[in-house]
Structures are given as C-alpha cells and as structure tokens.
C-alpha cells in the first residue's frame, strides 16, 4: 500500500478528471490520477468544440495536459480501479496493478460506458464512419449524404438535428414500427425513412455500405446513432448504492450524498461534450478544496447549500 495520504484520488484521465486535477494542483492539494486509458471518445481520434483544441488529437491533448500538470503536486498511474470504499475519514482505492492508496477524498470520473447495438459492422467502423454526436463529427460531413440508424434506440431528434448539417439525410427504422410521435418528427424535418430491416453494415472505400435483409444495399458518407449508456461505477459498489452517480449527486458543483465522493464527467449533471466535461472537473476541484478547508479550518467558510430534495 502507498503510504502517502493524498488529498484527492481522481479516478478517470479524461478532460473532466484532468481539468479536477489542475483545479486541486493549483490549490496545493496532493492528487492521485488513476486512469485506465480506454476512455470512450478515444474512437474518435481527435475532440472539437474545445477552443485551441479543437481538432486535436485526444492522445496528444491528454499528453499536453499531463505535462502541463507536473508543476504541481499531481501524480499519475495507469492502472485500472477495481474497489473504491470509505474506512472512519478515508477513502481507500485499491488498484489492479499498482496497489491500494488512501485518500482524504475521491473524485470519480471514469465516464460511462457506450452500448453498441449488435449490427455487424458498427463496432469495425465506430469512430470512423459510424457516429453519435454531430457537433463532434457533422462539420466534416457537411452536405454530404448521412444515414441515421434507429433500429436499436429512437433516434429520430438525432436526425432533426443533423438537418443543420445536410440535407441528404435518410432515416433506417430497422424494421421497426415508428410509433406515430416518432414519424411526425422526421417528417416536419423533411427526413426520410427507410423501413426495411439492417442487416450489418460494410466498409466502402470512402463510405458505409448499408446491406437490407431484402439483399439491396444503400451507401452513405457516415451514418449516425443514439446510443444507451451504462454508467462505469462497478468499482464503487457496494459504498454507493445507486444505479448511478447523477441520482445521489446533491449540487452543481460534483458534491454527492455519499460522504467524500464527488464526480465529474459523462457521469455527472452534464451534456456529454469535452468542454463541458472539463468544466465540471474544474467546479469539482473547487468544491473538494472547499470543503477540506471546512473540515482543517472549521467556521472559516459558510457550509455548502443543502442537497436538492
């Protein structure tokens, strides 16, 4: 076991784990960040939508910011958390590989996980021809032409709002039958649908090759999806007993319910966008350092707003 107490673990290297990071550094915290290296958006290849970064490779930007952060008292471990639980004023983290450290808090944001439906080929051309978030990916293929699959989840606002980006826009219901709510919205889009049943997708040079179980084909620049996701907080079972972070978060600013955690990220009271992820780390580092001033210094801050019924 490490035997140095740190102020804060962070669980996630992400912007929200990196920018809680820089906001605890700055503050003379000591801080732990443990990141396991297989973040979500790491598909994609490159962010957008972060000024300065936008179009920059997600490895480079992590490894700016790393760098950035050596000026402080903020220490790294590639390692994967695989326990996290609370013993008297500690939070004890244990590791796969690297040991267990202790903490006066932790700060989790290791982001949710996404669900691919299971049709053959999403997962080959997901991060490359296959996408869920048009702010992140729709300027490259503007007034291109642009499948969006709702076979597996509704997706017909996804589809709406790609309107901004293309007018060649052609609806897949996967054989499934449109509820009236769903059809009325793509068509006051002006989108189209095409019912027939998926049954994998293909990799076309340039494009996606649709393949319908009748044997046509159809091939679009990209296609886009919604996708369910499922919060990654196996390792903080059985201390929270939630089916996510966002239920027992109490403010604006990451603090939760659950003594000394806080979160930040995909998993918190946020749009799952890098700017915003980034954000919520950094009001997270500010409520962290809050609060460990209330507890050394008591009655030198007012308390912190009660939680939200």
């Known amino acids: 076991m490490d035997t140095q107490l740190y102020d804060t673990v962070i669980v996630g290297g992400g912007p929200a784990g990196l920018n809680g990071a820089l906001y605890l550094g700055r503050s003379r915290r000591r801080v732990l960040l443990i990141d396991s290296g297989d973040a979500r958006n790491m598909a994609a290849g490159v962010m957008h939508n972060v000024l300065t970064n936008d179009g920059a490779a997600i490895s480079d930007f992590r490894a700016r910011s790393r760098a950035e952060l050596a000026a402080y008292d903020v220490s790294f471990r ?11 004023d500690r939070v004890v983290v ?11 808090t932790l700060l989790y944001a290791a982001g949710v996980r996404s669900l691919l439906p299971p049709l053959p080929g999403v997962a080959e051309l997901w991060g490359r021809k296959v996408f869920e978030c048009p702010y992140c990916h ?89 996708l369910d996701t499922e919060p990654r907080i196996a390792p903080l079972r059985p ?71």
């Open 78 to 88: 590639e390692d994967e958390v695989i326990s996290a639980s609370l013993a008297g």
């Open 94 to 104: 244990s590791t796969k590989e690297s040991g267990t450290f202790a903490a006066r």
């Open 138 to 226: 729709a300027w490259e293929l503007r007034e291109r032409a642009i499948a969006v699959y709702g076979g597996s989840v509704p997706s017909e606002c996804l589809a709406s709002t790609l309107t901004a980006w293309s007018d060649e826009l052609t609806y897949l219901s996967g054989g499934r039958e449109l509820p009236e709510d769903e059809r009325g919205r793509l068509s006051a889009a002006g989108v189209p649908v095409v019912t027939d049943e998926v049954t994998r997708l293909d990799d076309d040079r340039e494009k996606v090759r649709v393949v319908f179980e009748s044997g046509r084909t159809a091939s679009y620049d990209a296609l886009f999806l919604h």
């Open 239 to 309: 201390w929270v007993d939630a089916p996510d972070l966002e239920s027992v978060q109490s403010d604006d600013r990451g603090r939760t319910r659950v003594p000394r955690l806080y979160v930040a990220g995909d998993l918190g009271r946020n749009m799952h966008q890098a700017a915003m992820a980034a954000a919520s780390g950094g009001l997270a580092g500010m409520a962290v350092n809050a609060d460990l001033i209330r507890e050394d210094r008591p009655g030198s801050l007012p308390a912190p707003p009660p939680p939200a019924p």
